[in-house]
């Protein structure tokens, strides 16, 4: 017993390792005073988040980069939240159906969704303009936004927006009012994730990339191609950083709502 | 009970309206849930719908809410024909069974919520909230947190905000089952009291007989979707009119007879004759079930005249009474309760006689 439980720590160690090695060899070399990537790093400075920074092409991808995830975590949360509340609480027959394809961009390689809406984003003229990445992102990030309103869904009352309309509340007042203020830490963490997803996401960025507009994973990838500075680790640390504190706030919010919202009836003996 | 409620101190008016549900029926796939249902509520009136799990009652309460849309039926509210209005506008104060308090809003505001959804001020709303607390005396709880409160705290609190918009119709669904015994017959009382106080009328959902018959004026009972019977209590309990009901309510003996239209036969050939008013609905002659309640057996020494003879197969003492249970020469078994005081030494094995005064006797058809 304690035997079989020490190989499985380690093996889990080990997975753990396995997994963060990389990120933590890539993240010191942000400090090279080199003028290329090296390791373990020469020297130490900062250089490179200036340049970075004062760059007027990294400064616009980054700007695009965020544009386009700020629109995604709003439409993602916004049709992922209609979407949650019509599968947890009205779901029919079609429900499952309904649910299968809404998480369906996980199962699918990113690949293959790729490739399906260049074809589709092609011959709609949506290829390499803003709505089309926001689109594309938005169905990336909609199983994420689903599974986490969903799962605060499930632990709201549904007699609670009952007792609104009994109160005088009309079905949209209801879930306003009760139901979405107890969702409401979900809602924002799903948010969260929606940004994140869209903001490093670089398979189908790359597909719909035009010559103009570049997101900030696209001219990683093209900063690799020519020049392999230390920058690249440089905005390896900032976004790392980033995604970070995200998933920290994200996860402080979910603690939040599971406080907030009420305990069942059974659970209250 | 049309009366405006006089309550001293704080005071709600209210006043009730009349409630005429005509032939709802509503089908759940290939279930009848409710089969053509009809109640007339008088304005002030306070209705139980008593029924095992699954006779529609709670159906019937949902379709009257709103929360329910009926396959066919009418539902008019103090005239006005409700059936498909939204449940918002019906105007309809509603307590559930699990309390449904707002957890992220403070007691005040959750009394106040009807209030708000009716465009009323903020300072009046504070003002009416704190009052309908007082109403259900828990004046002075409006900052606590619903959580923070008992579960019959947290009732009292349901029924402050279904009532503090003076709404003229009040519908509870089983709103006590999730409370112990104690506070339960606190709540009674208190639901009984603001009943007469406000003069509102209500309708009130339950499994629980000896809730309804303490309660409400009248006691509708259904079975599998149909009211079996509706009447106040006494006569429920007293002159049920089908078998169901028979057994549904208090405990009853049921002795397979036979019926000759006037006397009744049983346990080998034991004949008594019956009044009239024994007979519900035209029983026709041939084989009967009679029912007796238990605490009209009469339990007498063997060889009494005019009793059945009988053997005991148990005695259960229970403090102030006693229950006696006895098998008859035709194989059936009688329960009898007595005041233990009244009943003189018996004990298993004993035989004794049983007798059933006539005008405890009713007789139904056999089948049903």
């Keep these: 017993m304690n035997g079989r439980t020490l190989i499985l720590n380690a093996y889990v160690y080990a997975v753990l390792v396995f997994i963060l090695v990389p990120i933590l060899i890539i993240l010191p070399m942000a400090f090279s005073e080199t003028e290329y990537l090296v390791f373990p790093p020469k020297g130490f400075t900062f250089d490179w988040f200036g340049r970075f920074f004062?760059?007027?092409?990294?400064?616009?991808?980054?700007?695009?980069?965020?544009?386009?995830?700020?629109?995604?975590?709003?439409?993602?949360?916004?049709?992922?939240?209609?979407?949650?509340?019509?599968l947890v609480r009205g779901a029919g027959a079609l429900g499952s159906l309904f649910q299968a394809l809404l998480i369906g961009p996980i199962v699918v390689p990113h690949v293959a969704l790729a490739v399906a809406l260049y074809l589709f984003f092609e011959r709609v003229g949506l290829s390499g303009t803003l709505a089309g990445y926001i689109i594309a992102h938005t169905v990336l990030a909609l199983p994420f936004v689903v599974f986490t309103v969903s799962a605060a869904l499930l632990s709201v009352d549904p007699a609670l927006e009952d007792a609104a309309m009994s109160c005088g509340a009309t079905r949209f007042q209801a879930f306003r009012l009760v139901t979405l203020p107890l969702i409401l830490p979900n809602v924002v963490s799903a948010a969260l994730f929606g940004f994140i997803i869209s903001f490093d996401e670089p398979v189908v960025t790359f597909f719909l990339a035009g010559i103009r507009d570049k997101t900030l994973p696209r001219m990683m990838f093209d900063d690799i191609e020519q020049n392999l500075t230390p920058i690249i680790p440089a905005i390896a640390v900032l976004l790392t950083g980033i995604s970070v504190l995200i998933l920290i706030g994200a996860a402080a919010l979910r603690k939040a709502a599971e406080n907030r919202t009420m305990p069942r009836f059974d659970e209250m003996k | 009970m049309l009366a405006m409620g006089e309550v001293g101190g704080p005071h709600i008016k209210a006043g009730g309206a009349p409630v005429e549900i005509r032939g709802l029926?509503?089908?759940?796939?290939?279930?009848?849930?409710?089969?053509?249902?009809?109640?007339?509520?008088?304005?002030?009136?306070?209705?139980?719908?008593?029924?095992?799990?699954?006779?529609?009652?709670?159906?019937?309460?949902?379709?009257?809410?709103?929360?329910?849309?009926?396959?066919?039926?009418?539902?008019?509210?103090?005239g006005r024909d409700c059936t498909r209005l939204p449940p918002h506008k019906r105007n309809i104060g509603m307590v559930f069974q699990h309390y449904t308090?707002?957890?992220?809003?403070?007691?005040?505001?959750n009394v106040a919520f009807p209030l708000k959804m009716?465009?009323?001020?903020?300072?009046?709303?504070?003002?009416?909230?704190?009052?309908?607390?007082?109403?259900?005396?828990?004046?002075?709880?409006?900052?606590?947190?619903?959580?923070?409160?008992?579960?019959?705290?947290?009732?009292?609190?349901?029924?402050?905000?279904?009532?503090?918009?003076?709404?003229?119709?009040?519908?509870?669904?089983?709103?006590?089952?999730?409370?112990?015994?104690?506070?339960?017959?606190?709540?009674?009382?208190?639901?009984?009291?603001?009943?007469?106080?406000?003069?509102?009328?209500?309708?009130?959902?339950?499994?629980?007989?000896?809730?309804?018959?303490?309660?409400?004026?009248?006691?509708?009972?259904?079975?599998?979707?149909?009211?079996?019977?509706?009447?106040?209590?006494?006569d429920l309990y007293e002159r049920p009119t089908s078998l169901f009901a028979a057994g549904f309510i208090g405990e009853m003996n049921m002795i397979e007879a036979s019926w000759n239209g006037t006397e009744v036969t049983f346990a080998k050939n034991f004949s008594m004759a019956l009044p009239s008013s024994a007979v519900i609905d035209d029983v026709a002659a041939g084989p009967v079930m009679l029912t007796v309640r238990p605490e009209r057996v009469e339990v007498m020494?063997?060889?009494?005249?005019?009793?059945?003879?009988?053997?005991?197969?148990?005695?259960?003492?229970?403090?102030?009474?006693?229950?006696?249970?006895?098998?008859?020469?035709?194989?059936?078994?009688?329960?009898?309760?007595?005041?233990?005081?009244?009943?003189?030494?018996?004990?298993?094995?004993?035989r004794v006689g049983i007798r059933f005064p006539a005008d405890a006797v009713l007789i139904y058809p056999r089948q049903a």
């Design chain 2, 118 to 234: 009716r465009g009323i001020a903020k300072d009046e709303r504070r003002r009416r909230a704190a009052r309908a607390l007082e109403v259900v005396r828990l004046g002075g709880y409006g900052e606590r947190m619903p959580k923070q409160l008992s579960g019959g705290q947290q009732q009292r609190v349901a029924l402050a905000r279904a009532i503090v918009y003076e709404p003229q119709l009040l519908l509870m669904d089983e709103p006590l089952s999730a409370l112990d015994k104690n506070l339960r017959e606190e709540m009674q009382l208190e639901i009984k009291r603001l009943h007469s106080e406000l003069g509102i009328t209500i309708i009130f959902v339950t499994h629980d007989q000896s809730e309804a018959l303490t309660m409400a004026d009248r006691v509708a009972i259904l079975q599998s979707g149909r009211v079996a019977q509706i009447s106040g209590a006494r």
């Design chain 1, 54 to 86: 004062s760059d007027r092409l990294w400064m616009q991808a980054l700007q695009f980069s965020f544009q386009i995830a700020v629109a995604t975590a709003i439409a993602s949360t916004v049709i992922g939240t209609m979407a949650s509340y019509a």
């Design chain 2, 101 to 109: 308090l707002f957890p992220h809003l403070s007691v005040l505001d």
């Design chain 2, 301 to 350: 020494p063997e060889g009494t005249p005019g009793t059945a003879s009988a053997r005991v197969d148990d005695v259960v003492y229970a403090g102030a009474g006693t229950l006696v249970i006895a098998s008859m020469a035709c194989g059936g078994t009688i329960r009898a309760r007595k005041g233990s005081a009244d009943l003189s030494a018996i004990r298993e094995g004993d």
């Design chain 2, 25 to 78: 029926s509503k089908q759940f796939g290939s279930v009848r849930a409710v089969d053509s249902v009809s109640i007339n509520v008088a304005a002030g009136e306070f209705i139980a719908l008593l029924g095992p799990s699954g006779s529609g009652k709670s159906t019937v309460l949902m379709s009257i809410a709103g929360f329910e849309l009926p396959n066919s039926g009418q539902i008019l509210i103090g």
